[in-house]
């Protein structure tokens, strides 16, 4: 079992920036994937990055190199720097782990960018 939480939420001006936070505590094995979905208000969830342990990145279509992920694999931690955040980024996000074909969610962060 792996549990994941989140931080770093919070409600933002158009134009902003956020620094999600997810620690990934349990049975960590060495080869996985951490990243971010979000789901907006009615819409279904969706990819905003991903990246595996050799550091390999995948981001989601919508982020336009704004948003950066990165990770601290001695902390197991994963991070997304979000900037130039804008009203359609508003969602609640939701950090992922994969490894060995099991996938585990955190429970969501809400972000809110006003306009």
């Known amino acids: 079992q792996v549990q994941l939480v989140e931080s770093g939420g919070g409600l933002v001006q158009d134009g902003g920036s956020l620094r999600l936070s997810c620690v990934a505590s349990g049975s960590i094995a060495s080869l996985n994937t951490m990243g971010w979905y979000r789901r907006a208000p009615g819409k279904q969830r969706k990819l905003v990055a991903t990246?595996?342990?050799?550091?390999?990145?995948n981001y989601g279509d919508s982020v336009g190199g704004r948003f950066t992920i990165s990770r601290d694999s001695a902390k197991n931690t994963v991070y997304l720097q979000m900037n130039s955040l804008k009203p359609e980024d508003t969602a609640v996000y939701y950090c992922?782990?994969?490894?060995?074909?099991?996938?585990?969610w955190g429970q969501g962060t809400q972000v809110t960018v006003s306009s």
């Open positions: 990246i595996t342990s050799q550091r390999i990145t």
């Open positions: 992922y782990f994969r490894a060995n074909w099991f996938e585990y």
